[in-house]
């Protein structure tokens, strides 16, 4: 077995805190597009059109249009053997925080409980007038309006916007303060999430990335397990208690 994954499987065995990050590259394994790479949907649409709050001023139709179409990709898909063992590392790990990007809802089909969607929802949609955000699955009409007769957007941080403040202030303190952290399928390019990492090795935590490819952070990971997170997941749930 991969000696890192050995290390990671023995310190996730003592664990008493982990934070778990993940990005496209976990949902990828039950078929959601990511964004970047070869299939990647930042290769067939240009983000600065379809998720940015210029466009949606711009073309909320255009938007939502998109968005219904990510939406439809993603109604049918399954949490993935990736999916469950974080999961199973919620229910393991005494203290345990997962800080998602992926706006699919995956995790939470997958029964995490304790999450953090850093980018927002697919499902969630909100008024631009009252800023009230609700459960919307399917779209009568695109765009669709709040009763308030104010359109209704993507509850979604798009580019140029900030995070919630709240889900950002958990996510690192909990980065901060955790004995190990999983960063799973992420290209570890956009901020904030990105820093997450460094945050977490900065403050002693064992980091442990999984990723099919190297990225900005395999270079101070403590291990940095090549291979596909619907495997590697798996294995690494072994080795915790
Ligand atoms: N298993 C493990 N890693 C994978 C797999 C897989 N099956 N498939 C792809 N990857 C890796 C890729 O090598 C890449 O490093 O997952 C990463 C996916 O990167 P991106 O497509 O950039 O997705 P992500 O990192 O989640 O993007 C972050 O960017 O566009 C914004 O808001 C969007 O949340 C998204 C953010």
């Not at 949902?27 to 990511?34: D, H, Q, Y």
């Not at 995490?112 to 007038?129: D, F, Q, S, T």
């Not at 669709?144 to 941080?157: D, E, F, M, S």
């Not at 990492?197 to 990225?215: H, I, P, Q, R, Y």
Request: hydrophobic share 40%; proline share 6%; aromatic share 6%.
């Amino acid at each position: 077995m991969d000696k890192g994954l050995l290390r990671a499987r023995e310190r996730l065995s003592s664990a008493r805190s982990l934070v778990v990050l993940t990005g496209a590259g976990v949902s990828a394994e039950s078929g959601v597009p990511t964004f970047r790479g070869p299939e990647g949907l930042w290769r067939n649409f240009r983000p600065e059109e379809l998720a940015t709050p210029q466009a949606f001023r711009r073309d909320p139709k255009l938007v939502w249009e998109w968005y219904d179409w990510r939406r439809r990709i993603i109604a049918p898909l399954k949490p993935n053997p990736g999916h469950l063992a974080i999961s199973e590392l919620e229910k393991r790990v005494p203290e345990f925080l997962l800080v998602t990007q992926n706006v699919d809802g995956l995790h939470r089909l997958a029964g995490n409980a304790k999450l953090v969607e850093l980018h927002g929802n697919i499902w969630l949609a909100r008024c631009v007038a009252e800023g009230t955000v609700a459960e919307n699955r399917e779209l009568a009409t695109i765009p669709p309006k709040c009763g308030c007769g104010a359109l209704l957007r993507p509850h979604i941080v798009w580019f140029g916007e900030s995070l919630d403040e709240d889900d950002l202030k958990t996510a690192v303190e909990a980065a901060r303060n955790c004995e190990v952290m999983i960063v799973a399928g992420t290209s570890s390019v956009v901020q904030p999430a990105a820093s997450l990492a460094g945050l977490a090795k900065e403050s002693g935590a064992f980091v442990v990335e999984v990723n099919t490819d190297e990225t900005p952070i395999t270079g101070f990971v403590d291990a940095s397990i090549r291979g596909r997170s619907g495997e590697i997941l798996p294995m690494l749930v072994g080795g915790a208690r």
